[in-house]
Every structure is written in C-alpha cells, then in structure tokens.
C-alpha cells in the first residue's frame, strides 16, 4: 500500500521535473537573452528546489528511521537541506550577475516588433 509520505514525494518530484521543462521550453521559446535567462533562473533553482525536497522526505521517512543506522546515513537530509539553502542563495544570484554583465556589454533587450535572435 503507498503511503502519505511517498504520494508526497511523488508530487513534489512531479512539479520540480513540471518547472525544469517548463523553464527548458522558456529557453527555446522566448524572443531574447533576458527573457530566456529569466525563465531558467526562476524555473531551475524552483524545480530544483522541489525535486532535492522530495528527495529529503523520501530519505528521511525511508533511511533515517532504519535501526542501526549509521551517523552518516541520518545525516543526508541535513546536506540536502544545505544543499536547498545553497540554490536558493547561488541561482538568483548567478542569474542576476549574467544579466548585468550582459546589459553592461551592450545587450539590447526586445521589443514589440523586433526580429526575434
């Protein structure tokens, strides 16, 4: 029988692999740099964000709760959670770096009757 934590685990691995295309057909679809760069920074660091908390749930209720478990094994969620807090900081703020080098370079962003690149 599935239980409550491995439907959760579903979900949650669901929707980070739903906003890791959603951002990759952003890449492919949206007319400029900026654009482009702004729905995989967003959609990456949420997918990704998603799918490693899934993966937490999943090892938390399934390996951390094993007898005689070794130290090392109970310890995983807490890096996948620094791993978390890691995305969160580095994501938007290699995205934002990109973007301002690229302005700083003379990118020009699109506009509304433009060719697309």
């Known amino acids: 029988m599935i239980g409550i934590i491995e439907i959760i685990v579903v ?16 890449l ?3 007319p400029d740099f900026y654009t482009r760069l702004h729905a ?6 949420l997918g990704e964000v998603l799918i490693i908390a899934g993966l937490l749930l999943h090892h938390f209720f399934v390996y ?3 007898p005689g478990a070794e130290l090392s094994v109970k310890l995983v969620p807490v890096k996948l959670l620094f791993l978390i807090v890691f995305i969160f900081l580095a994501n938007p703020t290699a995205t934002h770096a990109i973007m301002k080098a690229a302005y700083n370079t003379g990118e020009k962003p699109w506009k509304v009757g433009e060719e697309r690149k």
């Not at 980070?16 to 959603?22: A, D, P």
């Not at 995989?40 to 660091?45: I, R």
């Open 28 to 30: 492919l679809r949206f």
């Open 64 to 66: 951390s709760s094993v």
């Open 11 to 26: 979900i949650l691995l669901a929707a980070g692999v739903f906003f890791m295309l959603t951002g990759a057909i952003g």
């Open 40 to 45: 995989t920074g967003k959609c990456d660091t």
